[in-house]
């Protein structure tokens, strides 16, 4: 059987890499002494399945992993628990399904992320954000130059931008939530810092949902409700999603 | 703890214009968050290097968990920032920080550092320096923290001595409990008193407790100025290595490093006498962990990280007692087995540093039985006569057995590491390692197309506390002339590749390995002119050293190409690793004569020192010598450099 792992990267972890994470979901799997499925070959490797990679520096609420165990059953709960003890403080397991056979894959199935962008260090003006959100939505396009593989190329960011609004986190913080389709081509938030004029040390970066959209309806891969496995090892200041996540799935 | 904020929020705000921010955010499992008081004696741990080398290092891991375990103690971590952070730290007013709770380094009492290469000592400045610290000991106030380093470079402390204020001479386990107590004991006394207690702990070097005379190049005396401060600090020994399971709870990085995987030291010292080799002479003697713990700390630690390898480190890992057993039983313990599915999931055994004999290519096998892709073996020298000279007493029989024996069982890549510029080496030793190349080559092709051979060559660096601390070291040019005299000669080798080590960065090691107090000056200005990370190629240039020494009037010749006479007082003669020096200018007398000592572990004892002016002895679980005897141990060593030609002919059709 297949797994489906929903599981979120807080605080100082978020410095750590795609493929840090990676790493360490691998020891986790065998802390937890999981019995996934492994890779056939001269080197064999837990078949473990990411998605879309999240920006070294962003934190998030909505990540996913699939597990494939193979030939066994397991109880997905349990598999939740055991992989949230393995993995480092700040990255916890939130939610585990299994995953219906024929269901997109990952790296394929997303439309559309939306993210929540802070400004670290001094306060930006009370009107800042909203009129930022009002600046970038009016605009025609948001042509950005940047460096790609060695080559300077330049990207209109706004047909990316499918909603954008100044909203504030249940603690207060002001952020603007925005949110960017992957098609047609993924950009990345940090990207936006440009159109902000704001230098990419001063954006506070989190992902708070991966759309997929499998018959037209939108959803999201792995949703925080009664199917999923609630995790009990989170920290107090993270046990409860944010409120728009809720309103998001309701939706 | 003078203050209490941390720095986080002041460091985040850097990360996003640094290459690998992981470096500087901590988070490792296994990572302690100490707490403080008004009577804490907190301990800095810094690594002179990148986290990616440093985080590794066990020494460091060790200290980390003792400290941090005794009553009012705190220790915690730091590692040398890479350029892009020094320039953002420098840029924002942020100093050196500690990882596990991003506090200032100049908040902590001591700032402690791991020397494990010379080359790191400009990086040592840098960060006392980013702490806020006077670099300069005789600059710092009373109420600024202590400097002080511990590990192998320390057996020569002096090239560091204008900046350090205290040194730890061998290991640390003990000693580091003993120097906190004399710290709390004198805190509020005035710096040079808290200097002077230091002084007095054994084991503890305080450089500005001496003074040293010059007379020209040489040394004309060293001298406690104090009564009660001993004329030679002899190193700490722990006696029973299995009194210390440590660390218990290795650090299990976030991000990649250097030795990913779970390290389990078997044991500690080295007898093989290598003549080359500080760390064999200085970590005398062998002291063995009980096989029993080794499995405990193996099976326990594999299960706590998810860690699939696991390495038996030491010096020469196959001659522990018992080799044999106790890696067949960490590959059959199902508790090692990360996979409850079975099969998958194998648990891999690394040994470090192989002897060269078909007994351990055996034990290889054993413990890799998929991915036997390359194997690393360590000749040192090209001809039997020159590994005379070296006391690595590997005959070529074993040797080409060894590599027989790998490339038929499966292995199609054999690392050789061999040194040049080895006394009394000649262009006929420098091409016999073309020719050992060669050969083996033509071994491996007689199993397998696929067969290459890599001898890796790097120049030599004589050691402090060696019997070869005596010999002017071979000049850059010289080396580079050997190297080029290899690299064509294996042009013509099919099968066979050279790599090689700047001749250039040899020197450099050379000038901080064997340098005197005044090597300091040099070492700062160096640093002042922006040279950090020197054992980083892209980051080395040897122009800033020779420039420093022209500038203090200091001259290679005399520091390092020079060969030392017996009646000279060495730079580190006041620093006792347990040696005689009868023993070790014998024991280089016998090296001229190429005359090989086999391993006193197995021998009648040489008198070397280490044991009986300690009153300890080797801590070993088996007397018997290894299996199939190799490296001097129960062999005919007048038939060392004879060919086994029925292998070459046998195996290789033709030897070319």
């Known amino acids: ?251 | 703890m003078k203050h209490e904020a941390t720095l986080w929020s002041r460091v985040e705000a850097l990360l996003a214009n640094v290459q690998k921010p992981a470096r500087y955010i901590g988070c490792e499992d296994g990572a302690l968050t100490p707490t403080y008081g008004p009577e804490t004696v907190s301990w800095l741990l810094v690594y002179p290097d990148t986290y990616e080398v440093g985080l590794p290092n066990q020494g460091l891991q060790i200290l980390y968990e003792l400290l941090n375990e005794a009553a009012d103690t705190a220790a915690e971590r730091s590692y040398a920032p890479w350029t892009d952070m020094e320039e953002q730290m420098r840029a924002h007013g942020v100093p050196l920080f500690s990882l596990e709770t991003h506090r200032a380094a100049a908040d902590f009492d001591v700032l402690a550092f791991n020397l494990s290469a010379e080359l790191v000592y400009t990086n040592v400045l840098n960060c006392i320096d980013l702490a806020g610290v006077a670099v300069r000991a005789a600059d710092r106030a009373d109420d600024d923290l202590f400097v002080c380093a511990g590990g192998h470079c320390t057996f020569n402390p002096e090239p560091l001595a204008d900046f350090v204020d205290f040194f730890v001479i061998g290991d640390g386990e003990e000693v580091v409990a003993e120097i906190t107590e004399s710290l709390r004991a004198s805190r509020g006394e005035a710096r040079a008193e808290r200097l002077r207690a230091l002084g007095r702990v054994p084991g503890v070097y305080v450089p500005s407790l001496y003074d040293v005379v010059y007379d020209g190049s040489r040394i004309a005396s060293v001298a406690p100025r104090f009564a009660d401060v001993p004329a030679r600090v002899d190193k700490r020994t722990i006696a029973d290595l299995g009194a210390w399971p440590y660390p218990k709870q290795q650090l299990v990085p976030l991000t990649e490093v250097v030795h990913d995987r779970l390290n389990v030291e078997v044991f500690r010292g080295c007898t093989r006498g290598c003549r080359f080799c500080q760390a064999g002479m200085i970590t005398r003697p062998v002291r063995e962990r009980p096989a029993a713990q080794v499995r405990t700390m193996v099976s326990e630690g594999l299960k706590r990280t998810g860690y699939d390898e696991v390495s038996l480190t030491s010096l020469s890992s196959a001659d522990y007692s018992g080799i044999k057993e106790v890696v067949g039983e960490i590959i059959d313990d199902p508790e090692c087995s990360g996979s409850a599915g079975g099969g998958a999931g194998q648990i891999s055994v690394s040994l470090p540093s192989l002897r060269v004999d078909a007994f351990t290519v055996g034990i290889a096998g054993e413990i890799q039985k998929a991915r036997r892709t390359g194997l690393t073996f360590a000749p040192e020298a090209g001809t039997w006569r020159m590994r005379q000279v070296i006391n690595k007493l590997i005959t070529e029989e074993d040797l080409y057995a060894s590599v027989d024996a790998a490339f038929s069982q499966g292995w199609r890549r054999v690392k050789l590491y061999f040194l040049i510029g080895l006394p009394t080496e000649t262009d006929e030793d420098v091409l016999g390692i073309a020719e050992l190349a060669r050969r083996c080559a033509a071994i491996g092709r007689g199993h397998t197309k696929a067969a290459t051979v890599v001898a890796s060559v790097g120049g030599f660096v004589p050691k402090p506390q060696t019997p070869f601390q005596w010999f002017g070291q071979v000049r850059s040019e010289e080396l580079q002339r050997r190297i080029w005299l290899l690299k064509d000669e294996f042009k013509k080798i099919k099968g066979a590749q050279l790599k090689w080590h700047d001749p250039k960065a040899t020197l450099a090691e050379g000038l901080a390995s064997r340098g005197d107090r005044r090597m300091g000056a040099v070492i700062e200005e160096v640093w002042r002119q922006g040279g950090v990370f020197q054992e980083w190629s892209e980051c080395f240039s040897l122009d800033r050293w020779l420039t420093a020494m022209e500038n203090h009037g200091l001259s290679p010749d005399d520091h390092v190409f020079r060969h030392r006479q017996r009646e000279e007082i060495l730079p580190w003669s006041h620093i006792g690793a347990g040696l005689h020096e009868d023993f070790l200018w014998d024991d280089w007398q016998d090296a001229l004569a190429e005359y090989g000592l086999p391993d006193c572990r197995w021998t009648p004892c040489y008198d070397c020192g280490a044991c009986t002016e300690f009153g300890i002895e080797h801590v070993v679980a088996s007397n018997v010598p290894p299996a199939g005897g190799s490296q001097g141990t129960g062999q005919d060593l007048s038939r060392g450099g004879d060919v086994p030609v029925t292998l070459l002919a046998t195996r290789a059709g033709v030897s070319q």
């Not at chain 1, 840090?20 to 802390?31: G, L, P, S, W």
């Not at chain 1, 018959?215 to 925080?224: I, K, S």
Request: aromatic residues 6%.
């Open chain 1, 1 to 251: 059987m297949k797994l489906r792992v929903r599981f979120q990267k807080l605080g100082k972890v978020r410095w750590i890499s795609h493929r840090d994470i990676a790493r360490c979901v691998e020891r986790a799997v065998r802390r937890g002494k999981l019995p996934v499925a492994y890779s056939e070959g001269f080197s064999p490797r837990p078949r473990i399945a990411f998605g879309l990679a999240l920006p070294t520096g962003a934190e998030s609420l909505a990540e996913y992993l699939d597990v494939d165990f193979g030939v066994n059953e397991v109880d997905a709960a349990a598999v939740g628990s055991a992989l949230s003890a393995g993995l480092p403080v700040g990255i916890d397991v939130t939610a585990t399904a299994p995953v219906p056979t024929g269901a997109v894959s990952l790296q394929e199935g997303v439309v559309a992320c939306r993210w929540e962008l802070g400004v670290f260090g001094e306060p930006m003006p009370d009107d800042w954000f909203a009129q930022s959100a009002a600046r970038l939505l009016a605009a025609d396009e948001l042509v950005v130059t940047r460096e790609r593989k060695g080559q300077m190329v330049s990207d209109d960011l706004r047909p990316n931008i499918t909603a954008l609004s100044a909203e504030a986190r249940p603690d207060g913080t002001p952020i603007l939530a925005v949110e960017l389709s992957t098609y047609p081509r993924g950009i990345r938030p940090a990207d936006l810092g440009h159109a902000l004029e704001l230098p990419v040390t001063r954006l506070d970066v989190r992902r708070t949902h991966q759309w997929i959209a499998p018959d037209g309806a939108r959803t999201e891969p792995l949703m925080l409700d009664e199917t999923s496995y609630p995790c009990p090892n989170l920290p107090p200041n993270t046990h409860q999603p944010p409120g728009d996540a809720v309103v998001a799935r309701t939706a």
